[in-house]
Nanobody, 125 residues
Framework: QVQLVESGGGLVQAGGSLRLSCAASGRTFSVYTMGWFRQAPGKEREFVAA????????TYADSVKGRFTISRDNAKNTVYLQMNRLKPEDPGVYYCAAQGSVGRAMDDLPMYDYWGQGTQVTVSS
C-alpha cells in the first residue's frame, strides 16, 4: 500500500501564494505519475496538475496554467504544488493522488490508485 499525506493548505488573500506538499510512504517504488486534484463545495473533484515519475512531463488544467507549478523530489518521495496568483475560484480541498502503473492518462481521476486525505485551501477576496 501507499500512503499520501498532504500539507501546506491554509487561508490566503487573492493574489497570494501557497505551496502544497504531498509525502508518500509505504510501497513508494510502485508509484508513478502523481497528481493534484481539488474539490470545491457542491462540485465534483477536478484535475489540477500532474507529473510523471521522472519529472520530465507535466500537465495542467487550463484554469491554473501559468499560475501553478507541480514538481517532485523522488529522494524525499514528495510532490509539491506551488500556487501563485491565487484567485477566488481556486479554493477547495486539494487532494494528492498517485498512479500505480505507467501509461495512463495523467488528467483522468479514475486512473489514480492512491489518494491522500486532502488539505483545505481558502482564498479571501
Amino acid at each position: 500500500q501507499v500512503q499520501l499525506v498532504e500539507s501546506g493548505g491554509g487561508l490566503v488573500q487573492a493574489g497570494g501564494s501557497l505551496r502544497l506538499s504531498c509525502a508518500a510512504s509505504g510501497r513508494t517504488f510502485s508509484v508513478y505519475t502523481m497528481g493534484w486534484f481539488r474539490q470545491a463545495p457542491g462540485k465534483e473533484r477536478e484535475f489540477v496538475a500532474a507529473i510523471t515519475w521522472s519529472g520530465r512531463s507535466t500537465t495542467y488544467a487550463d484554469s491554473v496554467k501559468g499560475r501553478f507549478t507541480i514538481s517532485r523530489d523522488n529522494a524525499k518521495n514528495t510532490v509539491y504544488l506551488q500556487m501563485n496568483r491565487l484567485k477566488p475560484e481556486d479554493p477547495g480541498v486539494y487532494y494528492c493522488a498517485a498512479q500505480g502503473s505507467v501509461g495512463r492518462a495523467m488528467d483522468d481521476l479514475p486512473m489514480y490508485d492512491y489518494w491522500g486525505q486532502g488539505t483545505q485551501v481558502t482564498v479571501s477576496s
